[in-house]
C-alpha cells in the first residue's frame, strides 16, 4: 500500500479557497483508491473543518499540526520540546510517506517541510496558489527556496501567471513545474440571467482582505460621483479580520450602494441574483471567485494578476492595466458602456472556462500523484 501525505500551509483559518484541490483530492483517493493510504496534517481547531471530517469520512488518518507555543504555560512546556522544525521533522519521518504533497496558500512558506523531506528522502511535490509581486523571498530565506523548489518532483501551479513571478522572484527556470485547475463548485450550467429594471448588481465573492482583493481600491472608483449617480450596487460576500475597517471605510467614503452580505456558501444563488464580478486583486493565482462567475454565465472586470489567463480583454469580460483606482475605473467604466451586452458575454464566458478547466480536475490531479508514487 502506497502512503500519500496532505499538508496544507494554511494554518491560519480554518478554511480558504486554496484548501479545495487537496481536499478533494484526498477524499477522491481515500475513497477510490483502496490501494492508497490518505494521511493529512492538519491544525486542531476547537472544531474540527468540515473539509478535513469529510476526509476522515472516506478513510483518510488526521495527525496534530506542531504549532509554536500561544500561553505562557505551553511556553514553559515547549522549552522542554524538540524545536516546532524538529517536531516537525519527527512527525514527517514517523509517517514515513511514498510521497508529499505541499499545499501553499502563498508561493514562500511551509520552506521546513520541503527541507525536511529532502534531507529524510521522502518525495514531494508542491502545489502553488497564490504568488505576488508584493511579497519577495528576503535574504534570509531565498536559498532556502531556491532548493525548495528545485529538490521537489514537480511544483504545481494554478496559473501561468504564479510560474512566472516565481521564477523571477527565485532567479531561475523552474523546469519542474506544471499548470493544474482548481475544481468548480457550481453546476457547469448558464444561470438565467437577473432582470436590470432595479439597476444591475455588481458583485465580489471574496474574503474580507484589502491587500489581496483590493476591496479599497474598489471603493474609491464607486466613490466617484458618476458611480453613485448610476443604478448599480456592489454586494461583498464574505467574511475576514477586516470587516469593520472596510465598513468603517465605506461609510467614510459616503457609500450607500455597497452592501456587506457575509458569506454564502451558494454560489448559484449568489449569481442568480448578479450580473457581474469586479475583482481590483492585487494578487492573485487563478482565482475561483472568477471560474465559478464564468461558469455561471456571468462576464467579469478583473486586474491582470487575476484574470488575463481567463477572460479576454471586451469579450468575455474586461481586464484593468493594474490594481488602482484609476485603471479598475477605466475598466469598469468600459463595461458599463457596453452593459447591453453582458449577458451575451457571459455566455462567452462560460464557453470560456469550459476549455479552459478540465470536466474533473480531481480525478486528474489524483491519477497525476498516483502516477509520481508508482514511478
Known sequence: MKRILFISSNIHTPWGGSELLWYKTAVFLASQEPDVEVVVVARKWPHIPPHIQEIADAGGRICDLP?????????????????????????????????????????????????????????????????????WPDDGEVDLYRKGYDQARVNFFVSEGNRGIVCKQLGMNIVNSAIVRNPISVAREILSYPETKQGYNLALPATLVPIHKGHDILFEVLAQSKWKQRPLHLNLYGTGNYSKSLQYYSQYLGLKNIHFRGYSKNIAEVWAKNHLLVMSSRMEGLPLTLIEAM?????????????KECVQDGETGFVAKAAHPEFIDEALERAWQKRAQWQEMGSLAAERVRELIPFDPVEAFAHTLLQLVQD
Not at 105 to 133: C, I, R, T
Not at 297 to 303: E, I, N, P, Q, S
Request: with cysteine; charged share 20%.
Open 67 to 135: 504549532l509554536p507555543p500561544t500561553t505562557s504555560m505551553e511556553y514553559l512546556k515547549g522549552k522542554f520540546r524538540p524545536s516546532i522544525e524538529m517536531q516537525k521533522k519527527m512527525l514527517l519521518q514517523k509517517i514515513s510517506p511514498d510521497l508529499l504533497l505541499h499545499s501553499m496558500g502563498k508561493s514562500f512558506e511551509g520552506g521546513d517541510w520541503m527541507q525536511s523531506a529532502h534531507e529524510l528522502s521522502v518525495p514531494y511535490v508542491n502545489l502553488v496558489h497564490l504568488a505576488s509581486d508584493l511579497q
Open 295 to 307: 461558469s455561471c454565465g456571468r462576464l467579469a472586470v478583473v486586474t491582470g494578476v487575476a484574470g
